[in-house]
């Protein structure tokens, strides 16, 4: 339930204050209104001058850093950054942590959670907390998954920090395609908004009884104005503005690849997939004769699956390249909790494939006579010319 502004700041002041701070970060902007920087993170620092309340700040073109004495220094300080318009202040301690949202009526969503203790290791040694979203999080009793799923979705939480700049404030625009019960829209919307990003989130899934629940699940959690759904395919759902970050867990066979297809025309500058079954060109490789001397690849069932799942992803990844991305395939989970524990993940550059990178993507599909979804998806990216500077690799 929403509460007082004023009230939710006085206890966001006292936890700034606190000897026991660890973090704060305060980021995004009321309605209406502007803060005089985009983002403020505070954190307690050591100096041989003593301890020091550290404020780093951030107008857009650089950031600021300022040393603070406990007392009328940090209070001054502190009441300053709380006059700022900031729509969202996330603070933890070694006792609790705090997240404030300002909603568009000028009140305070609060969530409110007791910090996590790290558990018993073997012999009796302190473990660091395994998980970037904490099991224990509240949003956890509205949307479920099981153990598994918790996990895939904390490696992909993961995957997706490695890939984010550090910096990154917002505002993001984030779609999650074929985002099914939605674990992990709402997990990436709860994560990012920790960090203090300015973040809208819509998820996108064929079933329009998803969406509905869904969507009644953003408005008991409070978040009906940041997080939406959209019901429609992959390829044709309405989703405006294009997004800065594309998200797709487990999309199955071509699913993926109108995924991929979709980031690329929006020319989001982010992507991460995580391919699920692989059946188009598994299919293909079936039906047709085996290049010499690969004849082993394919004898055998078992291995002519797997490898047709290699191809399939390496393929991906060099279309991608092709068309502005510098793409990696990870491993983003152990095997033990899902076989499918690959990550496309890709960054658009802009710049244009070499003649070199053409060749090299053109060769392989027509050594093994296949045609890749995503390539039909996709039209063919311009020929560079004589001048362009090469393509990162």
């Known amino acids: 339930m929403p509460e007082p502004l004023d009230a939710a700041l006085t206890e966001v ?14 980021a995004g902007r009321r309605r209406g209104h502007r803060p005089s920087v985009l983002r403020a993170e505070l ?9 020091r309340l550290q404020i780093l700040t951030s107008d857009g073109a650089r950031p600021h850093t300022r040393n603070v004495a406990p007392g009328p220094e940090a209070d001054a300080a502190v009441d300053a950054l709380l006059a700022e318009p900031f729509g969202n202040w996330h603070v933890e301690t070694a006792d609790a942590t705090i997240q404030v949202r300002v909603t568009k009526s000028g009140e305070a969503q609060v969530h409110r959670a007791a910090a996590a203790r790290p558990a018993a290791g073997p012999g009796g040694h302190d473990r660091a907390k395994e998980y970037l979203l904490d099991p224990g999080d509240p949003i ?16 992909f939480l993961r995957a997706l920090a490695a890939t984010l700049p550090d910096d990154l404030t917002g505002p993001l625009r984030v779609v999650d395609l074929g985002c099914g019960n939605a674990y992990l829209t709402f997990a990436a919307y709860r994560w990012l908004a920790q960090r203090g990003i300015d973040v809208e989130l819509v998820g996108v899934d064929v079933r329009e009884d998803q969406r509905r629940r869904n969507t009644a699940l953003a408005e008991r959690l409070g978040w009906a104005d940041r997080v939406s759904f959209v019901a429609g395919t992959i390829a044709d759902a309405v989703v405006t503005p294009a997004p800065d970050l594309v998200l797709a867990l487990h999309a199955c066979d071509t699913a993926t690849d109108e995924a991929l297809a979709r980031a690329v025309r929006w020319q989001a500058r982010w992507v991460l997939a995580a391919p699920c079954c692989h ?14 001397p690969y004849e082993l ?13 290699v191809l399939t992803d390496a393929l991906r990844a060099g279309l991608l390249r092709l068309h502005g991305y510098r793409a ?17 993940r890709a960054r658009r550059t802009g710049t ?21 979804r995503l390539e039909a998806l996709l039209p063919a990216p311009a020929a560079p010319t004589p001048g362009d500077p090469p393509a990162e690799v």
Do not use: C, M
Not at 140 to 155: H, L, M, T
């Open 13 to 26: 002041r006292a936890l700034l204050l606190d000897p026991a701070l660890t973090r704060a970060v305060a």
């Open 43 to 51: 954190r307690p620092v050591a100096l041989k001058a003593g301890s």
């Open 140 to 155: 956890f009793a509205e949307i479920g998954g099981s153990a598994a799923k918790r996990r895939q979705v904390d490696a």
């Open 279 to 292: 059946h188009d060109v598994a299919a293909q490789l079936r039906a047709r004769p085996t290049p010499t």
């Open 297 to 309: 690849l394919t004898r055998q069932g078992i291995l002519r699956e797997r490898f047709a799942d």
């Open 328 to 344: 990696e395939v990870v491993e983003f989970v152990d095997s033990q909790h899902t076989p499918r524990n690959l990550l496309i």
């Open 352 to 372: 244009a494939p070499t003649a070199g990178q053409r060749a090299e993507y053109r060769e392989l599909v027509d050594q093994w006579a296949v045609t890749p």
